[in-house]
């Protein structure tokens, strides 16, 4: 049966019909084109295969319609992905994989001063405790109590922004117990300032000249701590630090006598794992500079192994760096310790402060351990690890040395027999101590 589409509107009510209805008449009657009644034929029927197509036609619509939309979508959020997301990905593995790279790219992580809160925390730089090749150094005191060093660059300082950059990038990445801490610094227009923890002890070179000398134990210390901090720059800084201006004057005590390094203006990193040295311009201080280093300009950690056996050998002898001999003649401590050593006669050499109060066995082993440090040829001088274990054997000694002694003292009997558990205890504590480190 075929309808006319002129017709919008078919009545078959009340014909007594049988049968299906035709299924063009349901699709245009349920599409709203046709108005169709049949109404009372009890025997007339609509066919499920008409209505099957039609939910078929609807779903096909449904299809044609949403999936395209959906389609769209997610395109959409696949780009985004591939533009935002993953290039953020990609540079995560190099903060994570290189964060030295990261790190140095902005050395100054410290707090940052500005001129003004330096004055305020100096008292408008009232009081000088230190002066250097960089500048004076002033007593500061933080907002919580805090005292620091503020280490001001002057307008005549024989180092620049360079030596500042330097020190302060190498002091925002090596953090050791005997390396002094940066706190902040101050880049204010022309004032450039480090901002340091305060060394109640004052440095080395002043203790030693003093009015209060300093004891053959405590000075053992202090040279322990120092190797200490020495070999952490040589050994666990990655690249390889070289202090290149290693001495008495730059090394630092706290109240307990407790020894830092300081004064990284000159450091230099050695990152090669395939060469022995680096060529640069000699840099130092007389009497301190290895010699090999300012005639090649050849510089290694064996430059900074020469300079600590000069500290050493200050430490022992209470000489300086440079020896006046006569109103015309000069020497520095290394050659003038093996002329007076050439004999075998220990006292010689010995500062008269300690040379009373200290074991004979124990000045002899970091005499030892002082000369190969000053050794000519850089191939004959030690590592900072082999100074370290030297140094300690020396201490070892010197401790069991003053515990039998006290021990005798107090028993009145012989330092080999009868010796009392106390003094062997701290011994034992000091000697374990010192091989943990």
Request: proline share 5%.
């Amino acid at each position: 049966m075929s309808l006319d589409p002129t017709f919008a509107f078919m009545d078959f009510s009340s014909n007594n019909l049988s049968g299906p209805i035709p299924c063009n008449l349901l699709v245009q009657s349920q599409g709203g084109s046709l108005t169709l009644r049949v109404d009372d034929n009890p025997n007339l029927r609509g066919d499920k295969i008409c209505n099957n197509g039609l939910e078929n036609k609807n779903f096909k619509l449904l299809l044609e319609i949403v999936l395209p939309v959906v389609a769209a979508i997610v395109l959409l959020f696949v780009a985004v992905l591939v533009l935002v997301v993953l290039p953020r990905s990609k540079k995560r593995p190099v903060l994570m994989l290189r964060p030295d790279v990261a790190h140095s790219s902005n050395p100054l992580e410290n707090r940052r001063f500005s001129y003004k809160e330096l004055k305020r925390i100096t008292n408008n730089f009232r009081t000088v405790v230190g002066k250097g090749g960089f500048g004076p150094v002033y007593l500061g005191s933080l907002e919580n109590g805090t005292h620091v060093a503020v280490k001001m660059r002057s307008e005549t300082s024989s180092q620049g922004n360079t030596e500042f950059l330097a020190e302060a990038q190498h002091l925002a990445r090596v953090h050791h117990k005997n390396l002094v801490s940066l706190i902040g610094y101050c880049k204010d227009n022309k004032h450039l300032s480090l901002v340091y923890e305060y060394m109640e002890g004052g440095n080395l070179q002043d203790r030693l000249t003093g009015q209060e000398p300093l004891n053959w134990l405590q000075r053992l210390k202090i040279a322990l701590d120092s190797a200490y901090g020495l070999e952490y720059l040589h050994k666990s800084c990655s690249p390889p630090l070289i202090h290149r201006d290693v001495k008495t004057g730059n090394i630092l005590l706290t109240a307990n006598l407790e020894a830092k390094l300081s004064d990284f203006g000159l450091t230099r990193a050695f990152s090669s794992e395939t060469m022995t040295h680096t060529t640069t311009q000699p840099a130092g201080t007389l009497g301190y500079l290895d010699p090999e280093y300012y005639a090649t300009y050849h510089l290694s950690e064996k430059s900074d192994v020469y300079s600590f056996g000069v500290v050493l050998l200050v430490l022992i002898t209470g000489q300086p760096a440079i020896i006046n001999i006569s109103d015309t003649e000069r020497t520095n401590v290394p050659l003038w310790a093996r002329r007076m050593l050439s004999e075998g006669d220990i006292d010689s050499v010995t500062d008269p402060t300690i040379r009373e109060d200290c074991d004979i066995n124990s000045v002899w082993k970091v005499v030892e351990v002082a000369l190969q440090c000053t050794e000519r040829e850089v191939r004959d001088r030690p590592t900072m690890g082999e100074v370290v274990e030297g140094i300690g054997e020396s201490l070892q000694l010197e401790t069991l040395s003053r515990s039998m002694r006290c021990s005798s003292i107090r028993t009145g009997s012989s330092a080999f027999a009868d010796s009392e558990p106390g003094g062997t205890l701290e011994a034992a504590e000091l000697v374990g101590e010192t091989s943990a480190r």
